[in-house]
């Protein structure tokens, strides 16, 4: 049987953040301690994993490219897979100075646990007064909100499927099965 992906549980509950959950959660984070500011914000604007943030170092943030280079850990291939997300500069500025980045430095920007990266991201969504007792009050609520976010945008499926990391572009198509407001977005373009 093949995979449906949805943006929505087995119960109806929604999966991703909206986008005025979205805004909370990216205003929040300037609150927070830097480096758990500079996560937030990376999952923010990336849309990665908290594994594959996790797993960045400072060789792959290309200063002169303006470009987050993130390892895919999802796919199961032999050669690692490598995918360069553009992010602002001033986002790039901000992880050289609080991650002190050298350029040949392959040190991991963060140090901590999956685990202990999920609570501090779950902390700042409780403070944006986001429901983290909901589905979509999670680290994944936040990637799915950035492919709704990059749909929405006028962003092409291909290119949120390579930002993603997605193998398959049915995977990447759910974003534009977004409901509310998001979905009023999409189909105003027809307007």
Known sequence: MKNVYSLYNAQGKRLYLTLDERKA????????????????????????????????????V?????????????????????????????????????????????????SWSRSQAWRLVKATMVKADINTSMPYGTCKGLRHSFGIHAVTHNVPLNVVQSLLGHANM??????????????RALVSRMW
């Open 62 to 110: 290309d200063m002169a490219g303006g470009e987050i280079v993130i390892q895919s850990l999802k796919k199961r291939r032999t050669t690692p897979h490598y995918r360069p997300i553009p992010v602002p500069m001033s986002f790039m500025e901000e992880l050289a100075a609080v991650h002190a980045l050298k350029a040949d430095g392959s040190d991991k920007l963060w």
């Open 25 to 60: 959660f990216f205003d929040t984070s300037k609150t927070q301690p830097d480096k758990v500011k500079t996560l937030c914000q990376l999952l923010y604007y990336t849309g990665c994993r908290v594994s594959e943030a996790l797993n960045l170092t400072a060789d792959r």
């Open 170 to 183: 049915s995977t990447t198509a759910i974003y534009v099965d977004a409901v509310g407001d998001e979905r």
